[in-house]
């Protein structure tokens, strides 16, 4: 079993960088391809990127390529999620979840194991 810990949430504005980072629990870490997801409100969960177990394979969705990148230090457990240019409509609750297949999937339920979830909030 893997527990899931997000941080580095919080306000910023148009235009301005967070970093979130999902700290894993368990020895297993590098076995999981993980992901991370979004809910904006009144909105259904969407995809935001994926990273394969070694960190070779990536994938996002079209409205965050060129501006968010996804990453993961396994020595760490930690998988990251680096967003720039950030624009109001990536206002939502940002989840990390963790896959034990080996592929990337963006239909959040093939994945396994969720964290809680943290605010971003964008202003304009």
């Known amino acids: 079993q893997v527990q899931l810990v997000e941080s580095g949430g919080g306000l910023v504005q148009a235009g301005g960088s967070l970093r979130l980072s999902c700290a894993a629990s368990?020895?297993?870490?590098?076995?999981?391809?993980m992901g991370w997801f979004r809910q904006p409100p009144g909105k259904e969960r969407e995809f935001v990127a994926g990273?394969?177990?070694?960190?070779?394979?990536?994938d996002s969705t079209d409205t965050v390529k060129g501006r968010f990148t996804i990453s993961r230090d396994n020595a760490k457990n930690t998988v990251y999620l680096l967003m720039n240019s950030l624009k109001p409509e990536d206002t939502a609750v940002y989840y990390c979840?963790?896959?034990?297949?080996?592929?990337?999937?963006?239909?959040?339920?093939?994945?396994?194991?969720w964290g809680q979830g943290i605010q971003v909030t964008v202003s304009s």
């Open positions: 979840a963790a896959d034990r297949e080996i592929l990337i999937f963006q239909d959040a339920s093939r994945y396994d194991y």
């Open positions: 368990g020895r297993t870490f590098s076995s999981y391809t």
């Open positions: 990273i394969s177990r070694t960190g070779s394979s990536t």
